[in-house]
């Protein structure tokens, strides 16, 4: 005979104060573990969408940022001449020059300066990225010392806002516009016209160059070309791809940190789990005899009692992941690990966090659970009556 759901139930609510604590140690820890997998997965998001794979992104061999690369204007020529490279309707290439530098901003109710990346970027440049949008002002003219920056940046930075002026580079540039990137790191980034930047950072050579191809399937043969061309000492990358890269170094920081946490606190709570079960063990022994004496088997009495602890799985997985749903309104900014600068992102759930959540509760529920339930299934009638 099987033992019937109603009796697992009735007797967690019998229980009511213990089953409560047990159940929100456990979500505590399903709230830290899905608060690192939320944070792990907006952060990739961000970087992810960041690119498009129908773009092509070139930087010097070597380099690992655009920040470290340097491509010569002759080099960029070249690659704007490339057959594989998108051509728009007036026939010009689809190629945007761009140069990258880092600035230092002061955020609002702080002292000391944090790093922001300011991107030069030529006026295909706009037309490459169609997520970035303008919400404020307009677009800088092409040849000026004008600015449009990230809504994070707008919202974050002091001085960030329509009409007012940053002075880096000995030079004072006048911010016109605040786009959105679409959730992207451009959000946390300030755009201004590249030969003016360069020329005021005295550079003479550009960072990265971006390219859309003409067909997705022609990267290969792109590849081939450029490693063909001596004068091309160039990496090139899908540009979803690069910032994927880019976002690796800080994704496994964080999982490293929250994983570590998640196991001390996981520790504590199928402890508290197991404690909780063999107690109620121990309180309902002449309940056990009893019910072998009815003809319940020992499988039976096992999956009962190891149910029970599932339950307190399930129960705290969900409260633990209903609190954390409401990270999701938070953003947050920190040092991006590869170019040192600013980067704002917020937390994201999925459905594959939610089903990893669950699965994670319903472990510790399990791993909490079985020994107490071995226990009670190994009672002998005699033993468990004369207890009584």
């Known amino acids: 005979m099987k033992i019937p759901f109603s009796y697992i139930f009735r007797n967690l609510w019998t229980r009511k104060l213990t089953t409560i604590l047990t159940a929100a140690g456990m979500g505590l820890v399903v709230f830290v573990f899905s608060a690192v997998l939320m944070l792990d997965a ?30 010569t204007r002759d080099q960029a020529g070249l690659l704007g001449a490339m057959p594989q490279v998108a051509r728009s309707k007036s026939g010009d290439p689809m190629v945007s020059k761009e140069s990258l530098v880092l600035i230092s901003l002061t955020k609002s109710g702080q002292e000391k300066g944090s790093n922001v990346v300011a991107r030069g970027v030529s006026p295909m440049g706009i037309t490459l990225r169609p997520q970035v949008k303008l919400i404020e002002g307009r677009m800088f003219r092409p040849g000026s010392s004008e600015l449009v920056v990230g809504r994070n940046i707008n919202r ?27 959730g992207s790191a451009f959000d946390s980034e300030i755009w201004g016209d590249v030969e003016q930047l360069m020329q005021a950072f005295r550079r003479l050579n550009y960072s990265s160059v971006i390219m859309q191809l003409a067909q997705q399937d022609s990267f290969e043969s792109l590849l081939k070309e450029i490693a063909a061309e001596v004068r091309l000492t160039l990496d090139v990358k899908r540009e979803q791809i690069f910032y994927e890269d880019q976002s690796r170094a800080l994704s496994t920081f964080i999982s490293i940190l929250g994983n570590v946490l998640t196991v001390i606190f996981s520790i504590g709570a199928i402890i508290g789990a197991a404690i909780t079960m063999y107690s ?18 020992r499988p039976s009495i096992l999956v009962a009692f190891l149910g029970e602890s599932l339950l307190l799985g399930l129960v705290g997985g969900l409260a ?5 749903s409401f990270l999701q309104a938070i953003t947050i900014s920190t040092l991006n690990f590869q170019s040192f600068s600013q980067l704002a992102f917020s937390f994201t759930l999925t459905p594959k966090i939610v089903v990893q959540t669950l699965v994670f509760s319903m472990f510790m529920g399990f791993v909490g659970g079985f020994l107490p339930a071995m226990r009670a299934a190994r009672m002998k009638i005699v033993d468990s009556l004369r207890a009584a």
């Open 320 to 324: 633990g992941l209903f609190f954390a």
């Open 156 to 182: 974050e930075f002091n001085g960030a806002e329509i009409g007012q002026s940053l002075r880096f580079a000995q030079r004072d540039w006048v911010i016109v516009g605040v786009f959105d990137g679409g």
């Open 42 to 71: 907006g952060l990739k998001k961000t970087m992810v969408g960041t690119g498009s794979l129908d773009n092509v992104l070139a930087i010097r061999t070597g380099s690992e940022t655009e920040i470290q690369s340097g491509i």
């Open 280 to 297: 109620s063990v121990a309180m309902r022994t002449a309940e056990i005899g009893t019910l072998r004496a009815l003809g319940f088997r």
